[in-house]
């Protein structure tokens, strides 16, 4: 580009820069409500800047984020080494499509491989990619190794679960929300109660390629399964000779105080998905991690992604492996975690019926005779506190793990008062 056009460009630039300058919430909230699609149905609270587990709003209003992008900010907004990652990856290259060979893939799944205990990656970008990604890595092994005929494998699901938003992961939703309108949907899924493992033993025949299912229901409340429920799903897997697979996209990467909520009960998956917190709140990054003869079913042109593996996401993601080998959010998690359900569970029969959860990582039913989730969440924005509802009278509560615990005692002080308890 010449030095006119460079001129020019920087010039653009500029002008649309400009065009977001003194805009007030509400009216960067009807730009939101005209241009953008309803399929979200966000608080009412307009974030310019952020830091840790702090947030600023355009009128300079700072809360506590509470949520943590469902833990895909589990280090916080903005984590200095993982800014220091990006920034670096981002003056040399950020894209070469998978065409060619770049110098952070390699490490990238080798260092992840190492931290998870596994021995093969498949880089992608979305949860979602990651989960569709296990599903065809699952059939296509069925049908070359496990010998089920061509298209009559099955995977057995969760209810409840919540696993992303294509057409195929809705199909095997129980959520109505998720699934209305979406037919015809796709077939090969059988879905049983989740943490029930007479059911699931009774739902598993010889063609049944995989059970997956989440070590914690996240979307579902936070919803953590019986002990020894997941020992169960490993050995009926073991056993039926099919694939245990595991999404820990919202649990995993020291959310629940290991660096896999299937560590809790020391099981091991034969395939797990990652996601969020891989990304380290700045780009989307996620992968398929596990056994060698199981990914390596796949051959080139069989499956791929332009974006799947692109050298920033690789450099952000060998970060954020770095900052979970040292064991500190780990351990912070742990603690902090003691912390938020000791507090947590003194609401009880005091403004919440229920707490659920593990880690820094919590769902909270709310008395349906006082305030329903949402009301909640709007009264915590008022407290300077943010957080989500989920399923009518449930919040979820994801703090990052960077944040102090006089931070953490002062979003639960403003739950207590919210839900009524002071």
Same mark, same amino acid.
């Given at each position: 580009?010449?030095? &006119?056009?460079? /001129?020019?460009y ?5 002008? %649309? ?17 005209? =241009? ?12 310019t800047? $952020?830091?840790?587990?702090w ?7 700072r ?7 469902? /833990? ?10 993982l800014v220091? $990652? ?6 040399r ?6 065409? %060619?060979?770049?110098?952070? @893939?390699?490490? %990238?799944?080798?260092?992840l ?8 990656v498949?880089p992608?970008? /979305?949860g979602a ?11 296509? =092994?069925?049908?070359r ?5 061509d ?7 969760? $209810?409840?679960?919540f ?9 095997? &939703?129980?959520?109505e929300v998720?699934?209305?309108?979406y037919?015809p949907f796709t077939?090969?899924?059988?879905v049983v109660?989740?943490g029930?493992?007479e059911?699931l033993a ?6 049944t390629?995989a ?5 914690? *229901? ?7 399964? #019986?002990?020894?429920?997941?020992t169960?799903?490993r050995r @009926? ?12 996209i919202?649990s995993g ?7 896999l ?19 380290g709140g700045?780009?989307?990054v ?10 390596g079913i796949? !051959? ?8 799947g ?12 492996v770095?900052?979970?080998?040292t064991?500190?959010?780990? *351990?912070?998690?742990?603690a @902090?975690?003691?912390r938020?359900?000791?507090r947590?569970s003194?609401? @009880?029969?005091?403004?919440l019926?229920?707490v659920?959860?593990r880690?820094? =990582?919590a769902?909270?039913?709310?008395? #349906?005779g006082g305030l ?9 924005? &008022?407290h300077?506190?943010?957080c989500k509802?989920t ?7 994801a703090?990052p793990?960077?944040?102090?615990? &006089?931070d ?6 403003a ?6 308890? !002071?």
């Amino acid at each position: 580009m010449n030095s &006119s056009g460079s /001129s020019l460009y920087a010039e653009r630039m500029t002008t %649309f820069a400009d065009d977001t300058t003194d805009l007030a919430s509400s009216e960067l909230i009807a730009l939101d409500e005209r =241009w953008s699609t309803h399929n979200y149905h966000p608080l009412p609270v307009v974030i310019t800047q $952020a830091e840790g587990a702090w947030v600023t709003d355009v009128e300079g209003e700072r809360y506590l984020d509470f949520l943590s992008g469902y /833990s895909a900010l589990n280090f916080g907004h903005r984590h200095p080494a993982l800014v220091a $990652a990006a920034t670096e990856q981002l003056g040399r290259v950020t894209l070469t499509s998978r065409a %060619f060979h770049h110098d952070q @893939l390699g490490l %990238f799944c080798r260092e992840l491989a190492e931290l998870t205990g596994t021995e093969l990656v498949l880089p992608m970008n /979305s949860g979602a990619e990651a989960v569709e990604s296990a599903i065809k890595v699952a059939r296509k =092994w069925a049908y070359r190794v496990k010998g089920i005929p061509d298209g009559t494998a099955q995977i057995v699901v969760a $209810a409840g679960n919540f696993h992303g938003r294509t057409t195929t992961i809705v199909s095997f &939703s129980t959520d109505e929300v998720a699934r209305a309108d979406y037919g015809p949907f796709t077939p090969g899924f059988v879905v049983v109660p989740y943490g029930d493992a007479e059911a699931l033993a009774a739902a598993i025949t010889d063609r049944t390629a995989a059970v997956l299912v989440e070590p914690v *229901q996240g979307e579902a409340g936070v919803v953590v399964p #019986p002990d020894g429920y997941l020992t169960e799903v490993r050995r @009926l897997c073991d056993e039926a000779g099919a694939l245990f697979i595991a999404d820990e996209i919202q649990s995993g990467l020291a959310r629940t105080g290991t660096v896999l909520a299937l560590d809790h009960e020391r099981v091991r998956a034969d395939l797990y998905t990652l996601g969020k917190a891989l990304g380290g709140g700045i780009v989307p990054v996620s992968a398929v991690v596990g056994r060698a003869d199981v990914l390596g079913i796949l !051959r080139p042109g069989e499956h791929g992604s332009t974006f799947g593996g692109n050298p920033l996401a690789c450099a952000v993601g060998r970060a954020v492996v770095r900052l979970l080998a040292t064991g500190e959010f780990q *351990q912070r998690s742990t603690a @902090l975690g003691a912390r938020l359900h000791a507090r947590l569970s003194e609401l @009880l029969g005091n403004g919440l019926t229920e707490v659920r959860g593990r880690g820094l =990582w919590a769902g909270i039913d709310i008395d #349906p005779g006082g305030l329903t989730g949402r009301s909640a969440a709007e009264k915590l924005l &008022s407290h300077g506190v943010l957080c989500k509802e989920t399923h009518g009278h449930t919040l979820r509560l994801a703090p990052p793990l960077v944040i102090s615990e &006089s931070d953490l005692e002062r979003g639960l002080d403003a739950i207590a008062t919210v839900v009524g308890a !002071r």
